[in-house]
């Protein structure tokens, strides 16, 4: 199993590529199942979930190619893929493939809108909280869809002529089940209305994209959205807008660990709320084209409070890596999860380098020290992994991250993009 070797106390210096962001390719990939015309995406990222999303739509009859990946002048690479579904092969996601990524599940909505049924294994995907389905249960079922678990499997079937247009609101908000809300109404009969939506950036490209491809979106980005349906979709050209994930979590690093880096191709427009958050820790961060230059002093950093919350809030999936800059603040931070339970697994490894922190329910009392010491530690998910590479790039001397086949599913090419700013990382292969 492949390990990662940091040997930390470098400044950054240079330049980022920022990629395509995940979280907006996976739904926009599902979304070519919504016609049998090409649709084209470019700028899509190289990570394990992309990929066996890709083998996931080959099983329901998606022809998948790909132009080669071509690299640009400072580093930026440009992955374009087309996706051409003629014909649904298969209804059916099997739990072997549904159960390794959370995000497949989604297939469930363009399968019910342009095939009237589906048979979809219930999922699986980081393991940070209990993760339901019931908002999808309810929303689906809001557009005239029967849905039934049998086994494991949720079978769901569209009523006859197809879903039909309502008006729902969800009780929560919920970036997955506004996505699969939305791609089950562009096909249905009449008008939906999704009140509570999520206004996560991801949610707007997705619907964006399907705007492209001749739906009739209004009002994504607000919480509430409308769509009229139409009896088909055609094919489109679209971008993936860029990783804001990915994007935080270098500016992190940088505001951590010292040094001048450009972010390049990203928008800083899409993470207001940790960008002030990293202000106020003390980095500087400045808009410049296409892209920000991150300015980190490495000290001084100061202790700033955050609450995880839906879209424009601070991104759950940005909490570890701010708990990771906290830890060398000079003072004491409080980082509140609200979004999933049980997303503080990198606690107790980011205490193995030193940190000092505490827990009280959701919240955690990080109190700053002043130098973290390289050690042995364990990635447990995506985002806690990230966490303990930038812990580590900021420790005095060694650290071993352990099971980063985790990082492989949200991060592309990291060592490089890291090393070539100054870093000492290194991929070990057992
Ligand atoms: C997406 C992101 C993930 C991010 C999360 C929150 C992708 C591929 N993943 O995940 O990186 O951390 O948004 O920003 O885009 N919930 C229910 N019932 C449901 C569905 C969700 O109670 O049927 C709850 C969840 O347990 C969680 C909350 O709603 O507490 C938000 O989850 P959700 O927004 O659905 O997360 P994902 O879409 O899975």
């Not at 400045?286 to 230059?293: K, Q």
């Amino acid at each position: 199993m492949d390990r990662i070797r940091i040997v930390g106390g470098n400044q950054l210096n240079g330049i980022i590529p920022i990629s395509g962001a995940k979280n907006a390719a996976l739904p926009l990939m599902i979304a070519s199942l919504l016609t049998s015309d090409t649709l084209t995406l470019e700028n899509v990222p190289h990570l394990a979930d992309v990929e066996l999303l890709l083998r996931i739509l080959g099983n329901h009859g998606v022809d998948v190619s790909v132009n080669g990946r071509r690299e640009t002048q400072n580093g930026m690479y440009s992955r374009t893929i087309h996706f051409t579904c003629r014909t649904i092969a298969d209804t059916t996601a099997p739990y072997d493939l549904v159960s390794k990524m959370r995000a497949s599940f989604w297939v469930i909505g363009p399968l019910l809108a342009r095939e009237g049924k589906a048979r979809v294994s219930l999922p699986g995907g980081c393991a940070i909280g209990t993760r339901p389905v019931d908002l999808f249960i309810e929303g689906l079922t809001a557009l005239g869809a029967t849905m039934d678990i049998d086994a494991g499997y949720i079978n769901a079937t569209a009523p006859k002529g197809g879903l039909i247009g309502a008006h729902y609101t969800f009780p929560k908000v919920s970036v997955g089940a506004t996505h699969v809300m939305m791609m089950a109404a562009v096909l249905a009969r009449g008008t939906t209305v999704i009140g509570n939506a999520a206004r996560e950036p991801e949610v707007v490209d997705l619907a964006n994209c399907m705007i492209a491809m001749g739906a009739k979106i209004t009002g994504a980005g607000t919480s509430t959205i409308t769509i009229e349906g139409v009896t088909s979709l055609s094919g489109a050209r679209h971008r993936v807008l860029p990783d804001r994930i990915e994007t935080g979590t270098y500016a992190m690093a940088v505001a951590m660990t010292g040094g001048d880096v450009t972010l390049a191709g990203t928008d800083i427009t899409l993470l207001d709320t940790a960008v002030s958050a990293i202000r106020r820790a003390g980095a500087e961060l400045i808009a410049v084209d296409n892209g920000i230059r991150v300015i980190g002093h490495g000290n001084d950093i100061r202790p700033v409070d955050i609450v995880t919350e839906p879209f424009p809030g601070f991104p759950t999936d940005l909490q570890a890596q701010f708990m990771g800059l906290m830890t060398r603040a000079d003072g004491v931070a409080h980082v509140t999860e609200t979004i999933f339970e049980n997303r503080f697994m990198h606690v107790q490894e980011l205490a193995r380098l030193g940190a000092r922190i505490t827990l009280s329910g959701q919240t955690a009392r990080i109190e700053g020290v002043k130098r973290l010491r390289g050690a042995p530690v364990m990635a447990t998910d995506l985002r806690a992994s990230v966490s303990l590479v930038i812990a580590g790039l900021a420790a005095e001397g060694e650290t071993l991250v352990n099971r980063v086949y985790h990082l492989d599913r949200g991060f592309e090419r990291l060592e490089e993009k890291l090393t070539r700013c100054g870093a000492v990382v290194e991929r070990i292969s057992d």
